[in-house]
Each structure stands twice: as C-alpha cells, then as structure tokens.
C-alpha cells in the first residue's frame, strides 16, 4: 500500500509540472494572464498539498479546501483548456475517502458539475450560431455523442475509485478483526500456559511437601526408606523444572509484539555479541503478514535450532532463510562437525509437533564434516492476514 501511494503522489507531481507547462504555454506572450492564471493553480495546489500532508485538522475546513480546488480546477478548465479537466479528476480521486455520506454526496455533485457545465457551457451559450452554421440533426448527432462519451467516462472512473476504496477499507475490516483474533487467540494461550503451570507444578510441589514431611518423620528410623523418598523427591525437583522452563521458554518466544523480522535480529544480535559464531539471516519481509500461529512455530524453530547448532555443532557460522512465496519455507544451517545420527530432545519434538499441527513438515540434512541443518516447509494460505 505504502509502494503504491508513493507512486500516486509522483504521478500527481508530474501532473503538476505538466499543468505548469500548459498554462505557461498558453499565455507566455500574454504576462498578465500567465501570472493571474499560474499563481491560481499554484494556489490549487499548494491547497491540496495541506491536505495531503494532514494539516487541515478540522472537517469543515477540508471539504472548503476541495470545494475551493474544484472550483479553481473549473476555472483553469474554462479559461485555459488544454486537458487540465484532468485537474478535476485528480481532486475527485479524493472525494470517496470522506467518511461523511453526505459531504461526499455535496462535493462529487459539484466535481461532475463542474466538469460537465466548464465541458459544455460553451456550446450552450452559441447554441444560436452552432445550429445555424451546422444544422440541428448534426448538432445533435456531434454534441450528444460527446455527452454521453464524457457521462460514461465521469461514471466509469467514479465506479473505479468507489469500488477501490470500499474494498480497501473491508481489507483494513479484516486485518483489524485479525489482529484482534490474534490477542484473543495469545491471552488463550497464555491462560492454557498459566493452568499448565498451576496445574503439574502445583501437584508435584504438594506432593514434594508431603514426601518431605514423611522423610523428617522416618529420617532416623527408617533410613533406607527415607533415601527412596529423596530419590522421588528429586525426580520431583526435576519434573518441576523441566516443566517450568517448557512454560517460560513458550510465554518466551510468543512475545513477538515488536514484530517477528525485529525479535528475530534482537536474537540473533544477542548470540553474535555473546559468541564467536556469526550468524547470518535472509529474512522475507512478507513474513509480517503471516498469521500469529505461523510465526511463533517460525521463531520456535529458529530459537530451537540456533541452541541446537550452539551446544553440539562446534560451528563458526550459520545461516537463517526464511522464504514466503507459495508457502513457507525455513532453512537453518550451520558449518558444523555434522554427524551419522542424533537423538532429538525435547526441543526439537516439541518444534516437530507444533509443525505437524500446522500441517507442515520438518527435514534434516547432516553428515559427518557437513554441518547440519533444520528444514520447514509451511504452509501460508489457510489464515492469511
């Protein structure tokens, strides 16, 4: 949208200059009517300008401001001519972005009144002298033809930039119905995440407590009892932490609310300051569009390979390419001992059920002296912002 509106604003100045030329080309031999006519288009624009640049702050000030430019543009239209009714169409093209109904209604009627009136005014003040000189069939013929062309052209382009900016605003309808399905769908995630940590690390922590108690009680009558108890009490311990830092690692890497291209670079600015690996990325900037799910399997997996290749591969480099196109597609390689075969953690499984889940698919590439690498295809259509 940004790369388009760029390209309108630079047609608009090259239909500026062009306007410029025309007048100065008409009464170049008359100074007096070129500056009464260029300082009045230039007033037009520089009208329009505070517009398109916002500073016209109040409602009724800005439906003056294109109510003033229609009127110039008719005025440029009758007393210059040479294809400046474009000017018309350029402010019409403005008309339909006013939220107010009956505003739009009001200044469209003026524009195509104004077209009209300046096209065919003329014809209609010598009426008199056009049938005498040309004959009534054939001023029929000749001016209703060109009536109807010009009625046709006005409606066409009206229709045209109508249905643009009712589609345009439906899109901003969805994308914010989208992004409030996002935060809906996060705070869900986040709940589930809560009771996963009140439900298993509660349980093991009240039955830690209850162990403990029996231990203090049987400590010196029973020792070898009392030594199985603190066997199961640590195995608590553990099953309490690993189920902990599954919860921080997934609330984590879900907080993508800066974006996923920035917490992507935050990450892998923290490994380059902290290490002697460089890690270079080639990041598709459409992975902003991709739904919330899709992105935080991408962060996920990325995280998830990048400590893999840390710990075990022994690399000096690795390089990150994420690819949005058809669907998704995410490479993870590094310059590594590589290796014949390797025993996934739970890491690893936990990314590979989640990609599952998103009906994807996950592949790994490595040889001994090869390096190794973390493949994900995904698709991107189903949810699409």
Known sequence: MKKWWKYMQLIRRILYITFIIIIVARFYRDFGNLMLFLSLFLFAAANDTLRFKGKIKTDMI???????????????????????????YVVMFEIPWIIDKRAVKALYALNVF?????????????LGSVLERIGVLKAIREYSMAVVFKLL?????????????ALLRERNKVLELNKEIEELTITRERNRIAQ???????????????NLDVVRNIL???????GKLLDK???????????????????KEEDLS??????????????????????????????????????????????????????????????????????????????????SSFIKGNGLKGIEERVHKANGCIHYNTEEGRGFEVLVTLPCDEGKK
């Not at 902990?244 to 997934?250: D, G, P």
Request: with cysteine; aromatic share 10%.
């Open 196 to 210: 996963d940590i009140h439900d298993n690390l509660g349980h093991s922590l009240v039955a830690l407590s209850m």
């Open 62 to 88: 800005y439906y003056i401001s294109v109510a003033t430019s229609i009127i110039i543009g008719g005025i440029l239209q009758y007393f210059v001519d040479g294809y400046l009714e474009v000017y018309l």
């Open 258 to 339: 800066k974006g996923l291209t920035a917490s992507l670079k935050e990450l892998i600015d923290n490994i380059n300051d902290s290490s002697s690996i460089n890690i270079t990325s080639h990041i598709d900037e459409k992975v902003e569009e991709l739904p919330f799910e899709k992105r935080s399997i991408i962060y996920a997996t990325i995280k998830e390979s990048l400590t893999n290749s840390i710990k075990h591969s022994k690399c000096s480099e690795i390089n990150i390419t994420l690819k949005v196109k058809d669907g998704i597609q995410l490479s993870v390689k590094d310059n590594g001992i590589g290796c």
């Open 233 to 251: 009490c640590q195995l608590l311990v553990r099953e309490s932490m690993n189920s902990l830092r599954k919860a921080v690692y997934t609330l």
């Open 153 to 165: 052209m006005v409606s066409f382009f009206s229709v045209s930039i109508f249905s643009y900016v």
């Open 114 to 126: 104004v077209l009209l009136f300046v096209s065919y005014y003329g014809f209609f003040a010598d």
């Open 220 to 226: 010196d009558e029973d020792k070898k009892k009392a």
